[in-house]
């Protein structure tokens, strides 16, 4: 069973840089089977992808993020990474890693609540 | 980018209900959906990929139909696990990326 963990600052101060990571185990993100996202989700919205990392480390953002926005694996630690620049209190939310199977997402991590403020 | 609009944005239901939500695509996006069920403080779970196969372990009352711009997800007879808030999400094989659609909450009558 495939088990994804994200971790990383839980507050983070406006204008600074928002970075987690995800780490996975029970699979591997060396795999060319799979590409690895991040998805976000406001305090009482909706689900926003912010884009995917590939094995190889190519990556794909979302158009409204890509400005600020960085995805890396690390294939040694069977990790992949977010970076999330400039955050105001708009980028406040839980942030989700998931792996892709096709066109869907089949495995999540339980989510972590990252907190913009001062 | 398709924009996924679902219907209705709140459901209220009771036990052994047929339920249905829709998902209509902006332009014609073949059968690249998913379907999600997220509880609260959970994260989403895959119910449907490719517009109609069921995810294994998912139980078999929950289905998916349609392709090109109009995607249903039907739960045949609702139970109590099942109130919670679904999505669907559409994959964009031109520009790769995905998009979803802003949730459906099924709650109790």
């Known amino acids: 069973q495939v088990h994804l963990q994200e971790s990383g600052p839980g507050l983070v101060r406006p204008s600074e840089t928002l970075s987690l990571t995800c780490t996975v185990s029970?699979?591997?993100?060396?795999?060319?089977?799979?590409?690895w996202s991040w998805i976000r989700q406001p305090p009482g919205k909706g689900l926003e992808w912010i884009g995917y990392?590939?094995?190889?480390?190519?990556?794909k953002y979302d158009a409204s993020l890509k400005s600020r926005v960085t995805m890396s694996v690390d294939t040694s630690k069977n990790q992949f990474s977010l970076r999330v620049t400039s955050v105001t209190a708009t980028d406040t939310a839980v942030y989700y890693c998931?792996?892709?199977?096709?066109?869907?997402?089949?495995?999540w991590g339980q989510g972590t609540l990252v907190t913009v403020s001062s | 980018d398709i924009q996924m609009t679902q219907s209705p944005s709140t459901l209220s239901a009771s036990v052994g209900d047929r339920v249905t939500i829709t998902c209509r695509a902006s332009?014609?996006?073949?059968?690249?959906l998913a379907w999600y069920q997220q509880k609260p403080g959970k994260a989403p779970i895959l119910l449907i990929y490719?517009?109609?196969n069921l995810e294994m372990g998912i139980p078999p009352r929950f289905s998916g139909s349609g392709s090109g711009t109009e995607f249903t997800l039907t739960i045949s007879s609702l139970q109590p696990d099942d109130f919670a808030t679904y999505y669907c999400?559409?994959?964009?094989?031109?520009?790769?990326?995905?998009?979803f659609g802003q949730g459906t909450k099924v709650e109790m009558k």
């Open positions: 332009q014609s996006s073949g059968n690249w």
């Open positions: 998931a792996r892709h199977y096709g066109s869907s997402l089949d495995f």
């Open positions: 999400q559409h994959y964009n094989i031109y520009s790769e990326s995905y998009t």
């Open positions: 029970g699979g591997s993100v060396s795999s060319n089977t799979h590409r």
């Open positions: 490719k517009a109609s």
């Open positions: 990392v590939s094995h190889s480390g190519s990556t």
